[in-house]
């Protein structure tokens, strides 16, 4: 029961260039989606959320997109920087209190100098 | 900046035997979580913890595993008789609210 895909296991860039990784969801009732980031051994880092009131926010060089008819989220990174590589992970949740994520499979993002 | 801490960083059991994970959450967070991932695989939650009694948990978390908060400062994930397939990164999450949903940097748990 995969509620929240990430259907691209890799992604390689240039430095300078745009990232865009791609989550799908299936659970309508989904209406709170986070990215984290996270390095081998360590735990998932948060970098960026969006509530399904919004389609957009914007945090730095990070922008995540919400099409809600489509159930899809993006995530834009630029300039990518060879730091940003890592695996990405979608995660979604019912409500923004005290609920479960529901993770994607990660997207390993690579950035090449 | 605020972190969640997790010990110990490894840990390697035989089967059948207890493990205790322990994590410090942030202090001022209200809900407290555990989730696995096991090699190559997702993230996946395990289950919720708020006022003192799970919240929520997930069909993973069964009669082989509980959870404590024994004395407001700790939060612990014991496995009562672990199995080959316990074998995971254990990692503990505190929030409150989402912005500031945190994870522990993880429990390597080794079933041998």
Redesign the interface.
Known sequence: DQQVKQNSPSLSVQEGRISILNCDYTNSMFD?F?W?KKYP??????LI?ISSIKDKNEDGRFTVFLNKSAKHLSLHIVPSQPGDSAVY?C?A?EG???????????TELSVKP | EPE?T?TPSHQVTQMGQEVILRCVPISNH??F?W?RQILG?????LV?F?NNEI??K?EIFDDQFSVERPDGSNFTLKIRSTKLEDSAMY?C?S?E???G??????T?LTVV
Do not use: D, H, M
């Not at chain 2, 695989?41 to 939650?45: G, H, L, R, W």
């Not at chain 2, 949903?101 to 993880?106: C, K, W």
């Open positions: 709170y986070l984290y051994a360590e735990g998932p880092t948060f959320s992970f995660a949740s923004n209190q005290g609920g479960k994520l529901i993770f994607g499979q990660g | 969640v997790q209200l809900y979580y989730y695989q997702k993230v996946e939650f919720s708020y919240s929520e997930s990692f999450a929030s609210p989402f912005y949903y945190t994870f522990g940097s993880g390597r």
